[in-house]
Structure formats: C-alpha cells, structure tokens
C-alpha cells in the first residue's frame, strides 16, 4: 500500500481498521527513508531498530485491545538536538559525535508516550547555528524540490523529512526562524510556539532566552495535533508557563475569517525581498481578504534592529552554553594534552564547527567587562522596544502577516563564505524569536523555477490556537501544501 | 606609625535543604559515595535546565532578615563564566547585580559590621588529585556540584583578628538559630574569606596597603591566626616597599595551616573577568511583601534578643545571659524552666539559680559525656521544688549542684535524692543543741581556745557538722554553739 499521500489521520484509521499494521507502516518509512534519504540527506542517524521495536508494540498493544496512544500509527522525524535517550544525539556538531543520552527531552518523551514511532534524527546547523544546514560538522542537506539547494535552516533535515515525505512530522526548534524559514523554503507547514509553551528541557540550548521548541507537518491539522500534545507546563523548564493548553484539534474552524483585521507590516514588504516571494506572499493576503479579512498596512518601526540585537544577544548566551563541551564528562576529547587548558583548548578547538567557534568568540567580546553595556545591555534595552512594537501592533490588528524569508530556497556553497549574508536570511523571522511570540508558517506557492514560498501568521502571546485555526481555514481554500517535489 | 587593619569577611554557608539548588539530587554530600548524588542538571549535561529551589530561596531572605537586610523587589540569577572541572555547566549559577537581600548589620561585641549583601548561589563539585600507576590523575566527584550556598559579604567593618573570629561565631550562632546550615567551619558547611588590608597613619600621612583575599582556611583559629599573620606580613611589607593600593595589586593568598603563613596564589585578582549576565534560564523572582512577611514571622527569637531578655526581664549578668544564648538548644531549654511567671516575686533569684546549675554542674556534666542539652531530661518542676528546699535552708546550694545532675541522669526529684542522700540540712534546734553539748563535752582543748581567740570556733562547727553527716545547717550550727559557749 501507497502511504506517501496519506495524512497521519488517514494513516491511523488504516491501522485502528486494521487494514494495515505498525509494523508495515514502520518498514514502508524505513524502506522510503533508505530510497530517498541518500539524495536528500535530511538524517543523521536512522533508528531502523527502534522504530521497529515501537511497531511491534503498538501492533501488541492492538492485539491486546490495550488502549492505544493518540499518536499511535504516527511516524516521526526528530532534529537531532532533541536528547533521545539510548538514541545517539550529536547535535550536528563533532563534538557530540557518539553521544548517547541517559535521559530524553520531556517533548520527545510526551510523543513516545503517545505511541509515536521514530525514524531517525535530522540534520542541522551544528546546536543549530545556522540557517542552511551548511555548518553541520556531519554534511549538508538537500532541498527535495531540488537537490542543488539548500533547505534552509537550521532544522533543514527535519523540513527536509517532511517535504519528501520520510515521516507524518518532524520536531525542531526556531531560535531565529529555524522553523519557518525551512518550512517557507521546503513547502512544508511549521510552529514557531510562543516562548515558554513547548519545554526546552533536554535540547541542547543555542539562544536559552530564544529558543522555540515546535514541529514541521504537511498540514496545519496535524502541527495542532501534536503541539496539543507537546504544549504545556514542565517542571523542569521554569520558562514553560502555567496556562491552560487549548484544544487546538477541536477548535481549527473557530476563527471567524470574517471581518478579522491582518496586519501588513511594511518593513516586511520591502528592501531586499525577492519579487516573487513578495507577490505570492500578498496573494495569500489576498485569499484572506477574499474570505472576508480586512487588510491592515501597519509598521513595526524598530524591524531592521531586530538581527543586530539577535546577534548579539544569541552569541552571548551561546558563549556560555557552549562552556558545558569540555570533553570531561560527555563528547569527544583530545588525548595526551599537557594540562588542562591545553586539553579544552585542543578538544573545542577540534571538534567544534567554526560557526560554533564564530559565535562564541563574538558573544565572549560582547560580554567582556568595558563591552558589556554597549552591547548586551543596550541590545537587551531594544529587546523589549521590538517586543512593545508587537504587543501594541496586537491592539489594533488580530493576527500580522509576513513572509518567512527573504528569497525562496538558494544555491548550496552560494553564501557560504559570507556569514553576514546567511545571517540576514533571518530577517523576516528574527523579531518574532526576539519578541517571543508564536508564528505560523505556511505554504503559498512556487517561484518560476518551481522552488516553494512560504509566509508566516503571527500571533501574540500565546494565541497558536488563533494562528491553527487560519492556518487551516487557509488549507481549505488553497492547496499548495498538498504539493509534492518530484524524487 | 599608627596601624589599623581593615578587614571583610565573605561567609558561604551550606544549606541544609533536603534537595540541590537546582534540581532534585540529595545535597547530602558529605561521606557520600562519589558520583551517586547526580543527575543531568548537576552534571551540565547537555539540554539540562536549572529549576531553583525556592526552599533555599526562602531561607537566604530569611537569614537576610535575621542580619537586618532588605529584600530586593526583584532578584535575578547570573551565569559567572569560567572554566574548571568540576564546574560542570562552566558557568557558576550565583547573583550579581540582584542578589535576595542587602544593607544589613550584625552587633560583634560593641560594635556593629554592616552587612553588604547575602546572594544565593551554587556550590562546585570536589577535585581530587592522586597519584596511582605512576601517573598524576584528577578524580571528580560531582555530589557537591549544585548545593545551595548562602554568600553573606560584609563591609570591611573589622578592625582585627579577635573581631573577625567574634564576627564569625555571632553568624554562626544566627545560622544555626534559623536551624538552615550547621554552619560548621571544619566539615566545610561554613567558609570565609577574609580580605584584608591595613590603613597606616604615618607623620600626619594617610596610607592604605594593597588588599589581599586569603583563601582556603578551614578552621575559626585559622582566620584569626592568618589574619594576624596577614596583618603583620603588610606592615613589614609596607615598611618595606611603601606600596599602597590601587585597582590592579589585590592579590589572592592562599592559608598554609601547618607553616601557619599565608603565601601568594593569584596576581592582579582585578583582571578576573567573569562575563556575569542574567540567567536565561530562570525568570526573575519576586518575594511579595506578604511573602515577606510570612518569613519573617517564621525567624526564631535570635541570641540577641534572648541576651537583652535575661538582662532586662531576669536580671542575669551579661556573662551568663550571652553564655546561655549561645546555643539555641540551651537556651530554649533554660527557658522552658525559667518563664516570667515562675515564682513571680522571687523570679530574678530563681532565675540566677537555674542559670548557676545549667551553666555549672550540667554543662559540666555535659562537657563530660559529650552531649547535647536534653530537653526530655529536664522537669521544670524539678528545679522550681530544688529551688524552694534552697530558699528555706533545708538543701544548700553545693548539695544542689550535687543532686541536679543526678536527676539529670535518673529522672528522679533532685529533693527525693537529696533526702536519700542525707543532704537535707538539720535546721531543728533541739537536735542541734544536742550535737552541740556532745561536741563542747569532746572538745575541751577547742573550748579553751574559743575563750582566747573566738574565731576558732570554726573547728567546732567542722566537729557539728562531721556529726550530723554534713547535713546539719552551718548557719544554725554556728548560731547554737556560740550561745552555748557564751554561756547565755
Ligand atoms: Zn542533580
């Protein structure tokens, strides 16, 4: 049986019917996985054993009548900073080359324990420094709709997965747009939570203060799904928040279209964007105004701050999460060094990929005494100017509207030299990761070379259940996410 | 040349919590198995999240309240980067520009040191160096890596070493008072730092040597002696060199107990740069002033208050009442025997009286075996009826002292032992005159003498009371026999 067009919802009434079992659904993944995976590159490790040991499970669990998990048929990608206990987890870096956790993030294990089955961990920018995959210490992932370009990133593997259909859905993280610039440049869907909605606890941290667990799925149903899941209080990450986790699944159709104000902010419309993203970006405007939205032209005045004080204030935390790979209790280390500064300075300097190297560098100078208020400081000062920006924006507009990215999907080695480029791929997505609030991307069609554009629905704090609803009253009326790359 | 030393403490103390700062493992670490008292967060692991322990949050303010401070409205923690070890994350969790509690005093003796701050952070884990197979390793035990620390900084308030070991036992009497740390300096649950430097008065000059912090000093006779070391190593030095601080000379000095010297570790402590910024990881926290409130209610009277309490309300002398306050245990112990109502218009009397006997025979007694003041062990009754035998003569005080710690052991009425003992003191007249005659009738040559010299009555009364097995009552004894002498 052909399962590639099937959603994780017709994929789990196949196997409630008993028309089909786990273990089948498992090994058609695992055999498309082994076909395609070699041109695209999206894992890093493929976990045939477990994924198969979680089918006869869940096939034991039918047999027995047992009461299956709500992800029971499911197969999922996993971006491999996520903690996967048994599983090895590298983080895209060689420094964690060979690591295997002894304790699994709380996301992935709420999964599990909904009977989820794992096919493999994904690809990314090394602690997800990055925005195209390029800077794995492993290799680079494709883009599958076409192979000399990149996927975006930094969860590049995870977009990737789902575009090609490795996988129902894929976890990642968006730190600076790490979920919705792939999404944009895969063609695939992807939540950006608020921050403090999905636990961080047990992934390896880049930006704490930034980074957004979520999940990438063909469709929006399938994301509110497991966010449902995923969402909520962790007492192991104190940022999560206490409040109550909406039945996103139940209340896809509850926005009104009608009459809802979508705020256009400028800033995002103009400069350096590419043509085509622009207009299929204000057509997607236009299929919400068709169903009764009122467009709104705003500003978010303090929009081209937003990467300068990212990239200061990320590569200052990341300076000190990084100091935990000392090649003393976990990773890889050097041998034979003299004494011990030699020895962290031989293992780091080894091991770690140079973005990695690159952002603690700049984050160690900006946090040095005499640099300090000049740069934390004040970029944490416009933190909360672009964070105000939003929060009034809300007053008048009941959901933004903006592209993901700059240009769709480019040429692999094409910015790679040139770091102050590749960070400016994260300038339609940075201000949302600055403010925290929750952004949604979305497929909305091709460019003339048939590479996928994507946009976003920005909510404010908290309102994911707002930005499922539009999302998937949008996939009703369009299509574009049911397109599928050539492979 | 006039010299006055210019000193500050920093005090780390240990909480006691029942869980780590930061995560769920036991901060039981002492005679610990290593590496058994772990888990992701306290091994830094990666993905790992700091979650404070608001327990040893709650118990920072609380000892800030204890020293006079003031909340902070708002508290954050800070990440201070360096590398080490068995610094796990490679940044220490600790609070910088917010810490709980600040502006605080403390009295030592008569006189006041102001309490800077007191910031809640974590401790490291242990290094440990061996030598086996012919090699140099560096063993790591992790147990101690996340224990909750109180850091208390005082303002250089201390003129000398006796003021700093006085200011170091006032702390860890409060500490132990809150019941949060055993604040003991050998097991390493309490540690200081002194930083010291001397202000030198010179033909109408005004100099100020360079700071030096002395680190690793691990007993209460240590920092008095490396303070005194400290203090004479300056002015030799300043005689010496003539050099005076400036912001880049402060150095870290290391304690050498054994040679009894302080000795050069670190140069130019001011180029430490240690990146603080605030901990992403952990929202700012905010005590609200009912929170407040509720921990402040919660803060047991403290030695100084008990002190000024058997001052004013018993009258006890300074000596006794400070001696009694020293340890909680004690204190509480006197004074579920000693309450304002006992005995209302003989209380000060009787107040002294159990105070002579707990400080006296039982801490005697105490010191003896080795134990603790046993509440159980104590019948308030006991002493209020040993008291009344003593103020109508039938017990003397020496024969108190003696059956108190008896009692102490048995559980028996100190006044049933002392009449088993024979204790009770004849105060019967008819009985005495007796004894009286058969000792005049037995000692001729005493009576001889009394006539010449009546101060060697003293010999008679010995006679008595050798009679009356020594329960006679000297007073009366000596009253009798001088009116039998006398002849009238
Ligand atoms: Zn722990």
Known sequence: MDLQNLSFKQTRHLLLDKQITAVEIANYFLARTKEIDPKIKAFITITEKEIIDQAQRIDEKIKKGEKLGKLAGAVMAVKDIFLTKGIQTTSSSQVLNGYIPQYSSSIYQKLIDEDVMIIGKTNTDPFAFGASTENSGYFTTKNPWNIEMVPGGSSGGSAAAVAADLCHFALGTDTGGSIRQPSSLCGVSGIKTTYGRNSRYGITAMASSFDCPGVFARDVEDIALVTEITAGLDPHDATTCDIEVPKYTENLKKINIKGLKIGLPKEYFTGSIDPEVKEKVLNAAKEFEKQGAILVDISLPSTDLGIAVYYILIPSEISANMARYDGIRFGQSVDGAPDIVSYYMQTRGKYMEPEVKRRILIGTYALSSGYYDAYYTKAAKVRTLIKNEFVEAFKNVDVILAPCSPTPAWKIGAKVNDPLQMYLADVYTVCINVAGVPGLALPCGFNNQNLPIGFQLIGNFFEEEKLFSLGHQFQQFTDYHQKRPQL | ?488
């Open chain 2, 1 to 488: 040349m006039k010299i006055t030393p210019i000193i500050g403490l920093e005090v780390h103390v240990e909480l006691k919590t029942k869980s780590k700062m930061f995560c769920n493992c036991s901060a039981e670490h002492f005679h610990v198995e290593p590496n058994t008292h772990t888990c992701p967060v306290c091994l830094g692991l990666p993905g790992a999240l700091p979650v404070p322990n608001i327990t040893a949050c709650e118990w920072c303010v609380k000892l800030g309240l204890a020293l006079g401070c003031t909340p902070n409205e708002t508290s954050f923690f800070e990440r201070k980067n360096y590398f080490y070890p068995d610094l796990a994350k490679g940044y220490q969790l600790t609070q910088y520009e917010k810490p709980f509690v600040i502006n605080g005093k403390v009295k030592v003796g008569d006189q006041e040191v102001r309490i800077n701050r007191a910031h809640m952070e974590e401790d490291t884990g242990k290094s440990v160096h061996i030598s086996e197979y012919g090699q140099d390793l560096t063993l790591i035990d992790y147990n101690r890596c996340g224990v909750p620390l109180v850091e208390i900084v005082s303002e250089p308030d201390i003129t000398s070493a006796t003021m700093a070991k006085d200011y170091l036992l006032k702390m860890q009497q409060i500490i132990r008072y809150l019941g949060i740390s055993d604040a003991d300096i050998e097991k390493g649950s309490m540690r200081c730092e002194p930083t010291v430097n001397l202000k030198i008065e010179d033909n109408g000059e005004v100099f100020y040597t360079p700071l030096a912090e002395i680190k690793n000093v691990a007993s209460l006779t240590g920092v008095q002696n490396a303070i005194e070391f400290e203090i004479k190593r300056q002015t030799e030095e300043f005689e010496k060199t003539r050099e005076v601080k400036n912001s880049k000379n402060k150095t870290t000095r290391g304690w050498n107990a054994e040679k009894a010297q302080t000795f050069l570790q670190r140069e130019k402590e001011g180029s430490a740069d240690y990146r603080y910024f605030p901990e992403p990881d952990i929202p700012h926290m905010e005590f609200t002033p009912a929170q407040i409130e509720e921990i402040r209610i919660s803060i047991p009277e403290l030695p100084d208050q008990k002190i000024e309490k058997y001052k004013s309300v018993y009258s006890l002398n300074d000596y006794d009442s400070s001696v009694i306050a020293t340890d909680q245990n004690f204190a509480d112990i006197y004074e579920t025997v000693v309450t304002p109502q006992n005995r209302n218009d003989k209380i000060k009397e009787f107040a002294k009286f159990v105070a002579n006997l707990f400080l006296g025979a039982i801490k005697t007694h105490l010191n003896e075996t080795g134990e603790e003041l046993n509440q159980s062990k104590i019948n308030p009754e006991y002493f209020l009826n040993l008291f009344d035998s003593v103020q109508k003569s039938e017990i003397s005080s020496s024969a108190a002292k003696q059956v108190i710690v008896e009692s102490y052991q048995t559980g028996t009425n100190p006044v049933e032992i002392a009449k088993d003992k024979g204790l009770i003191q004849v105060s019967d007249t008819g009985a005495l005159e007796k004894m009286a005659q058969e000792v005049i009738t037995a000692n001729p040559k005493a009576v001889e003498d009394y006539k010449k010299n009546p101060m060697s009555i003293g010999f008679l009364i010995g006679q008595l009371m050798r009679l009356s097995k020594g329960s006679a009552n000297p007073q009366m004894a000596k009253e009798i026999l001088e009116k039998i002498l006398n002849g009238n």
